[in-house]
Each structure stands twice: as C-alpha cells, then as structure tokens.
C-alpha cells in the first residue's frame, strides 16, 4: 500500500495473484464504504480515469439530473484481498470522484480533505501525520447469521485468553492486513467486555483515512468467518466503556516535526501551543463530524474514559486533547473525543483546520488542567473556563452551524448535505418511541 505503483506493474501483480475481479471503492458522505466491481476486462478502461457511475444514488452526492460521475483510481491505494481466494482474488482501488468535465466533485470526501491539506501547504507544512486507535465491539452472530448482544468474551483490559475468546479473531485480523501492508503496533483486548483495538502505523493523512476504511473492511470481514460481527458503534451497550478512535496529529515542516522544540515549555513549539489552541475553541463546532451519530453521544459522558469536557493536558486522560510523553519526530496532540463512525476523511479535515486556525492567527490555549475533571463540580469547570461538549446530536449541529472555519473546511455542498441528513436523523429519533420510555411509562400511566 502506498507503494508508488505504475499500471504495468499493477498488471504484472494482477496476473501474478489471479486476479478475477477489480473493486473501484469510495466513500460517500456518511463514512460508508461504496464500490463499483468490474470484471478483468474493464481493467484499461479504469485505469484511464473513464469508468463512469450513477453519483445520484449516493448519499450526499448529486441529484438524479446530473447523475454522471467519474472514478479516478488512485495507483497507490492498489492492494488484493487476501482473503478472495478460492476463484480468483479479487483487487481494489481507492477512489476519488470527478464530475464528466475532468473537475474534482466537491462531494467527495476523499477530495475534500486534500483541499483543506493545500491551505496547510501555504502555511509552510509538509505533512499533516496521523495516528488513529480505533476500537469495536465482537458480538455473536445468532443462527440466522444477524448480529446478536452476546458478547463473544468477558475479558477486560489486556486480558489473554482463555478470558479473551476473541484473540483469535483478532490474530487473524491481524495477519490479513500486514499481508494487505499495514504495519501493525499493537492488538489487544480493551477495557469493555467483547471490546478490542488494533493499532496501525501513523501515516500522512489521506493515506491514514483510506487505512481507517480499510481497516473496518478487514475486521468486518474477518469477524464474520469466526461466525461474529464486529461493530464500531460507539455505545453498543450501557454501563460499559464505549469505542472511541483516538486520533494522535503532528505537523511537519521541511521533514521534521513542527510541534517538537527541544527547549519549549514541555518541549513544545509556539506552532504546538497555537495547534491546541485551535482544536479548543472549534472543539464544540467540529464535534458533529467527528461524533457523527446519535449514539455517539452515549459515549460522551463521564465516568467511562471518554471525554466530556473541552481542556487539555500532558499525562491526564480525562480532558479532551492530551499531549502524549514521546518527543522528537512523535510529538504530537491526541484528541480523545473523536469516535469510529466519523467519516474519517471529514474529521481530519476539520480537525486540521481547527487547529490551522490557531497557528495562523497565533493563539494562546487556556492553562493546561493537569487533574481529574470528572471530579471537579461544574462551579469549579466554570471557574477554570471548561466547557462542556455537546450533549446531543442537535446540539452538535447548532455548533456547528454557528462556526464559519468548520463549515469552510466542509465545503458548501458537503456542509449542507451532511447538515441536512444529521437533522432528519436526529428527527427521527425524537419521534421514535424507545423501549426504555415504555419500561418506565406504560404501566405507570
């Protein structure tokens, strides 16, 4: 992956693997991963950017009188499902959208990160590294092959087997992409019953956010031959940790790392301080990209290790934004907030201009809180001027209507799309009647 291929040397490795069939994949605007498959055959037509689909039945894409849309293949992203192999392999490609005058497609999530990564190149950076820990739940499936709520374990935080009955799932998961390519750092059970995390290379950011992808296609993938299904929903169960995805940034400038500065106030540069900065004043706003989903919001509460409050600190896990202890070439910020069912595309690209907006306008974070916040009342939150995120999904998207740096870094047609879908979701679970309210209610009243 990310390997610089020319297309003679991706015909080459097509008929070395026997490969039958070619996914051209992409993402639409809610994070769901889409695909044309096209036979061996349609291979040329492809790769010369000519192979053309309905945009008008895509979430958020276009409507249905001006349907027409382009894939454009990126080379680099070409990789064979290892797991394809009983009657041909079959490949893929990752995809960005075009419109059928030769014109990036605004809606294209993949694109849009890439045009908020050229204002960071006017500013003098290089690089825009990224280092995600997403997590997810295994649940078995029951005889229908539907997921059920039965966990597949009761391990807890790095437990081994026999208590973790998901380490082989998660073996495999493991040994399927680094064939794919991924660098693997770490794999292990988390906190949560039935709840894991694999950990993959940092890589620069559009590569990281097609990793994301295909990382939740392998485990999906894989977790259903070991009869289970894997989910990144946030809060699949109450009173448990839920999944986050935290996401670790650095910038880079002339191939070092912009964020270290050996004789910095924590060894931190200016260009650090004004990163924090910014991630803090925008958190609110960009919450509703990267907590997308009304679930979402299950996680975001005290008590389960996830944040709930807008603050940063070094070693303390409860704020928002903490800066982990590695210096050097691995300095950087991790925000703690973000969950797996952002579209990963969207929130880098709205976390990088967030804290873009702090670097070039030179802003100062608040002090560092270096405590437990959870244990703090809200008098002593206001005192120190810690905000609280946003509780609900409504919530999320008021703030984000009111923040222009956020909306920009979306762009007019995916601002308004996504606005307009996370509004009727919400609606709907307004008007929806939940079994909880019946348990209280119906013999009460």
Not at 205 to 233: E, G, P, S, W, Y
Not at 298 to 319: I, M
Request: glycine letters at 6%; proline letters at 5%.
């Amino acid at each position: 992956m990310g390997s610089n291929f020319t297309k003679e040397q991706i015909k080459e490795k097509i008929k070395e693997e026997n490969v039958r069939f070619i996914r051209l994949q992409f993402t639409d605007m809610l994070g769901t991963i889409k695909n044309v498959e096209i036979p061996l055959s349609q291979l040329d037509k492809a790769l010369d950017n000519k192979m053309m689909f309905d945009g008008s039945s895509i979430e958020g894409f276009v409507r249905i009188e001006e349907s027409d849309m382009y894939l454009y293949p990126d080379l680099d992203t070409f990789v064979v499902f290892p797991w394809t192999s009983e009657k041909g392999k079959v490949a893929r490609f990752i995809c960005d959208i075009y419109n059928p005058d030769g014109t990036p497609f605004e809606g294209c999530p993949r694109y849009n990160l890439k045009r908020n990564l050229k204002k960071m190149e006017e500013l003098g950076f290089d690089a825009f590294n990224i280092g995600t820990e997403p997590e997810f739940f295994l649940f078995k499936l029951d005889e229908k092959g539907d997921p059920s709520l039965e966990l597949n374990d009761h391990g807890g935080y790095f437990d081994l087997a026999p208590t973790d009955l998901g380490e082989n799932c998660r073996r495999d998961i493991v040994l399927e992409l680094e064939e794919m390519g991924f660098e693997i750092e770490a794999s292990h059970h988390e906190v949560a019953p039935g709840q894991h995390e694999i950990d993959f290379k940092y890589s620069d950011a559009v590569k990281h956010a097609d990793d994301i992808q295909t990382f939740k296609l392998v485990v999906k993938t894989i977790a259903r031959k070991h009869n289970l299904h894997a989910t990144f929903m946030p809060k699949p169960l109450f009173g448990v940790n839920g999944s986050g995805m935290h996401t670790n940034m650095s910038l880079f400038k002339k191939g070092e790392n912009a964020f270290f500065k050996e004789d910095g106030d924590r060894q931190l540069s200016d260009t650090a301080y004004q990163f924090i900065a910014g991630i803090i004043k925008h958190a609110t706003n960009f919450t509703a990209v990267t907590n997308p989903t009304v679930n979402s919001y299950k996680r975001l509460v005290p008590g389960y290790e996830a944040p709930s409050y807008v603050a940063w600190s070094g070693a303390n896990r409860s704020p928002l934004l903490r800066i982990p202890n590695s210096r050097g070439v691995s300095t950087r910020v991790e925000v703690r907030s973000v969950d797996p069912t952002a579209n990963p595309y969207l929130a880098l690209a709205t976390l990088l201009a967030a804290g873009l907006d702090g670097v070039e306008n030179k802003l100062t974070p608040p002090a560092a809180v270096d405590r437990n916040i959870y244990v703090m009342d809200r008098e002593e939150r206001e005192k120190q001027g810690i905000k609280d995120l946003p509780a609900t999904l409504i919530e999320a998207l008021n703030e984000l209507k009111s923040d222009p740096v956020i909306v920009e870094a979306l762009g007019d047609h995916l601002y308004e799309h996504f606005l307009e879908a996370k509004e009727i979701e919400w609606d709907m679970f307004r008007t929806t009647v939940h079994p909880w309210e019946r348990e209280q209610y119906l013999n009460s009243y």
